[in-house]
């Protein structure tokens, strides 16, 4: 009887977040892109933000090809003018032991601890850059009202973009924390503040149910 409430109390202890997926392990990362406010503020900044329902993706194109107008404008940038692109340069900020190609600032390899898993990564080949709130949410939370300039700076903005595992990238498409939350459950509190300090610097809107899943995760920090 007492190891069956011992395993009670071990299970409910790992619950999962709103919309995780994966085995639910707990890895502590600590890529935080710059410019993320600490749980305090991201608590007062989700707080702050505007409830109403998400508005339609009509007339949303990411793709560049064929000549598809894509209305967050051709990735990547070079938003600083420093010769390399914000792909190269989130590759050099969050990976290890990183080798660039002679005179250029292109990866060739390094090593990930992706935050979303949790598992060291030492493909690029195997490594995607997720915009941490999609880019057709923020068209469904108010950059479907913003011009092309604005949008491509919000595409390219360091503070939402982070290197990541890519089949786990694949999985979360456009979802928002209410659908999906990073399988490594140590990551949900940095998840969350990322996530909340993007939408409040560009004063995007939120549903009831991503605020919810976004105050769940940010009481996870400590």
Known sequence: MVRVVLLALLLSSCAALPGQTGTGQSVPVQTIPAGTPDAATAKAKLAALVVQAPASLSGYERSCDKGETCVFGQPWLDVDGDGCDQRSQVLARDLADVVKKEGRCAVTSGSLKDPYTGET???????????VVPLAEMWRSGAAGWDVNRRATAAND????????????????????????????????????????????????TTASERTALERALTSCT
């Open 158 to 205: 360091l503070r939402n973009l982070l290197a990541v595992q890519g089949k786990v990238n694949q999985s979360k498409g456009d979802k928002t924390p209410d659908k999906w939350m990073p399988p490594n459950t140590g990551y949900a509190c940095s998840y969350a503040r990322i996530y909340v300090g993007v939408k409040a610097g560009y004063a995007l809107t």
């Open 121 to 131: 990564i030492t493909s690029v080949s195997k490594i995607q850059i997720d915009h």
